[in-house]
């Protein structure tokens, strides 16, 4: 079990330029789970996904994030354009399918986005 | 809607101290519910969980949990803190009304000293 991977580990861009964070849930999941973290607010899901759909993107901050998961086995978070407010770590995170409401999830380690 | 609420941001303990991290929730019956541990630099990794059935749960490190529907709380323990459980700590609840989005606490900060 490989676990959730996300890349890259760290992104440093200037404000304007587009970003595109990568994952790759676990082999077998069906949920997928972008969260971002910050100090001033902590935890903030952004979108889930469930077999590869949208279901909730209501903590997408606007127009200027995006994701989508065309397969099972990636998932991207775009911003364009990027923003100082948007430096965050960005997690995703996968679930097992089944009952939903008792599957833990299963982290990857984070994208650290700084954008100057 | 459901609802975490960890009490304190920061908890300070010395080495061999008792640990103690709070959290309460909101929630309708049956609410899942879970600890994570999340060291520096890393994502979060599951501690323990309660679903049904005895409602002391053990997880691993040695922590463990108990699941008071009267309080509605899901305290975090661990008799004797180590240098190596400093880390931040989230409870977090899913199934409640419906809902299989899980639903974080705002995490607490362990601090062990030597």
Redesign the interface.
Known sequence: DAGVIQSPRHEVTEMGQEVTLRCKPISGHNSLFWYRQTMMRGLELLIYFNNNVPIDDSGMPEDRFSAKMPNASFSTLKIQPSEPRDSAVYFCASRAAGRLYNSPLHFGNGTRLTVT | AQSVTQLGSHVSVSEGALVLLRCNYSSSVPP?L?W?VQYP??????LL?Y?TGATLVKGINGFEAEFKKSETSFHLTKPSAHMSDAAEY?CAV??SGG????T?G??TSLIVHP
Do not use: D
């Open positions: 899942y879970f994570y630099n890393q994502g979060l990794q599951l969980k679903t989230f899913s199934g809902s299989y989005i899980p974080f705002r995490g």
